[in-house]
């Protein structure tokens, strides 16, 4: 799906073959490529509409993309990682090596996408942080109120 042609070609495909033998098709080079295909592809794969659509958008984004196959998984993978996905991180990890992706650069960019993630709860709690201390919280707050007994 590198150019319309392609697109076409594919659209082709599924108006000749069918959903189902499509997104049976689909899956099944998906597991020959990557050796596995993901939980959530196979439950997609339950409703080859839903499994087809998501691929057409998937394989029109990579596959038009500027960027080296192995820098888009690189790049999915440090999502995954920020998203404390794990099967997404190990699913890219894999595809970024097998599309050359070296030790070094999955793990500069397990520190970058770390760096980032912490990044981004800082600034999320300094803004809480700066906003809520403008006012007095304990002057707004009755506290525990303790009763005497005599």
């Known amino acids: 799906m590198s150019d319309l042609s ?13 959903g189902e033998q499509t997104a049976k098709e689909w899956m099944q080079s998906i597991e020959v490529e990557y050796g596995r295909a993901p939980l959530i592809f196979k439950r997609m794969a339950e409703r080859p509409e839903v499994l087809i659509s998501h691929l057409l958008y998937k394989g029109t984004v990579t596959r038009t993309s500027a960027m080296e196959p192995k820098y888009v998984e ?5 999502v995954g990682a920020a998203l404390k996905c794990q099967h997404c991180t190990s699913y890219h990890m894999q595809a970024a090596a097998k599309k050359g992706a070296t030790r070094e650069e999955i793990l500069e960019v397990i520190l970058l996408a770390g760096m980032i993630s912490n990044s981004s709860v800082l600034a999320n709690a300094y803004r809480i942080f700066d906003e809520k201390m ?10 525990m109120e303790i009763e005497k007994q005599d």
């Open 6 to 18: 392609d697109f076409e070609q594919n659209l082709r495909h599924i108006s000749e073959q069918g």
């Open 74 to 78: 690189l790049i999915s993978m440090a």
């Open 134 to 143: 403008a006012k007095c919280i304990p002057c707004e707050s009755k506290g």
